[in-house]
């Protein structure tokens, strides 16, 4: 089964707030991807977090890996409409690049 | 450079049908892999490839074969189409460990 869990699966939010979203995985991670996925299109790499503790920043998007890098969180500020899409964890487990995805979240925006 | 190309971009197949999905990636990449993505489930990997002549199973192989004769290309064949095949399929492509995947536009299919 899954063993990359995330929430929430929908995401309604009103343009302007922030949110985030959560991902988690029952085993230890050697590292953490996140990818976004616009409607009808492909999923596209946002970032990659190796580190316990890690936390990084992509202008309105903040990325963070837990100290005992079993979860991830992604917070956005200020949603716009163009953050409109599905954002995927996947969690990598061994070396070679075997992603195992979380579910997604998918996030809409009311202007 | 393309990136990743997927051909075809629709397909419809009858049940017990065989095809096969074309992945190409110009960006001399060793590893590849193919994903099904069906709603609420995310991606999940079906075969991947650490380089060419070499394959393994992900978590969902059943009723899909590949083959990696060249490093750019990774078809994916479906032996005999179900309906559970339905889906829409991704290839990707990453240059090595711990690296981003490049994913190409995808594949829908439908078996009837």
């Excluded at chain 1, 995985?25 to 946002?46: A, C, D, E, M």
């Excluded at chain 2, 992900?58 to 083959?67: H, I, K, T």
């Amino acid at each position: 089964g899954q063993q990359v869990m995330q929430i929430p699966q929908y995401q309604h939010v009103q343009e302007g707030e922030d949110f985030t979203t959560y991902c988690n995985s029952s085993t230890t991670l050697s590292n953490i991807q996140w990818y976004k996925q616009r409607p009808g299109g492909h999923p596209v790499f946002l970032i990659q977090l190796v580190k316990s503790g890690e936390v990084k920043k992509q202008k309105r998007l903040t990325f963070q890996f837990g100290e005992a890098k079993k979860n991830s969180s992604l917070h956005i500020t200020a949603t716009q409409t163009t953050d409109v899409g599905t954002y995927f964890c996947a969690g990598e487990k061994d070396s070679w690049g075997k992603l195992q995805f979380g579910a997604g979240t998918q996030v809409v925006v009311t202007p | 450079n393309a990136g990743v190309t997927q051909t075809p971009k629709f397909q419809v197949l009858k049940t017990g049908q065989s095809m096969t999905l074309q992945c190409a990636q110009d960006m001399n990449h060793e590893y590849m892999s193919w994903y099904r993505q069906d709603p609420g489930m995310g991606l999940r990997l079906i075969h991947y490839s650490v380089g060419a002549g070499i394959t393994d199973q992900g978590e969902v192989p059943n009723g899909y074969n590949v083959s990696r004769s060249t490093t750019e290309d990774f078809p994916l064949r479906l032996l005999s189409a179900a309906p559970s095949q339905t889906s829409v399929y991704f290839c990707a492509s990453s240059s090595g460990t711990l690296g981003e995947q490049y994913f190409g536009p995808g594949t829908r299919l439908t078996v009837t």
